[in-house]
């Protein structure tokens, strides 16, 4: 294993660990990094989806207080449990469509082209959202929390959580976004900026976890022990880098909104597509 594919992971890893929870498309942006730094193949793709683990150790360490109580009420606490089935029931409709359509999107749309008109798409849709949450909400009142339906995790229903997790699956589509399409869709439902964030995290543990061990089981036969390091040079540095961004994005949503990150992805993908429909980059 030679220096320049460690420092290759380590960049992936950092890739991984700012843009999971950003309504901005963490496969996205690795299969564009991935591109440009030419770190291509089957053992690629495995590691790409394997260090989206990290992202998921950095929720259970920022979160593992809230996460151990409701593991230690599950059995006698009524919010505990109803937190739990919350998760079970939005996580469901991923595991299903991601047993059914993987393959398929992995093989037509993992590519930078498709993944930069998923990023403008994305965006736009940010846009008319946040301007119906600025009409029903007024513009004082960034994070919806006075006048939301759900201002808590601890108000979700059963029935929202089966519609989040519908939601959810649009984000197969590499560009779209999984936190992106839990958070703006969380908001269409009437949640705060801060409910649809927070449940966005903990929505991932189980979904980034399942992601990366089917992806692992299906490329099995390409994975080989010299690979280890590698992985956990990337596991490493995603963690941290999620770490960072969790706390930051915190702070952000209680004083702004999303459309910074609707702007940054027009502009990415444009870029992206403007530049390789003109011949200028080959991606």
């Not at 736009?124 to 006048?147: P, T």
Request: glycine residues 8%.
């Amino acid at each position: 294993m030679d220096t320049l594919e460690l420092f290759k992971a380590a960049i992936l890893g950092i890739v991984e660990g700012l843009t999971e929870f950003l309504p901005i498309s963490s496969t996205g942006h690795l299969i564009v990094a991935a591109s440009l730094l030419d770190f291509q193949g089957d053992d690629a793709k495995t590691f790409e989806i394997a260090i989206q683990s990290g992202a998921m150790f950095a929720v259970l360490w920022e979160y593992r207080q809230r996460l151990l109580g409701t593991l230690a009420g599950i059995v006698s606490v009524p919010a505990s449990q109803r937190f739990a089935l919350n998760l079970v029931v939005a996580f469901v409709p991923s595991v299903i469509a991601g047993l059914l359509f993987y393959r398929l999107i992995q093989t037509l749309l993992f590519a930078p082209v498709p993944v930069a008109a998923s990023f403008v798409a994305g965006g736009l849709v940010i846009l008319w959202v946040e301007a119906r949450h600025r009409r029903a909400f007024g513009a004082l009142d960034l994070a919806g929390a006075r006048r939301a339906r759900i201002e808590r995790i601890d108000d979700i229903r059963p029935l929202d959580a089966l519609k989040l997790g519908l939601i959810q699956c649009v984000a197969m589509i590499p560009g779209t976004s999984r936190s992106g399409a839990t958070i703006i869709g969380g908001m269409l439902l009437g949640f705060s900026r801060k409910a649809a964030t927070e449940f966005s995290f903990y929505l991932a543990i189980p979904t980034l976890i399942s992601a990366a061990v089917y992806s692992i089981y299906q490329e099995r036969e390409h994975l080989v022990a010299a690979d280890a390091v590698l992985f956990a040079i990337g596991l490493l540095f995603s963690f941290v880098a999620a770490v960072l961004c969790i706390r930051w994005l915190i702070r952000f949503i209680s004083s702004h909104d999303f459309v910074p990150f609707a702007w940054y992805r027009i502009a990415f993908g444009g870029v992206i597509l403007l530049t390789t429909y003109a011949g200028w980059i080959r991606w």
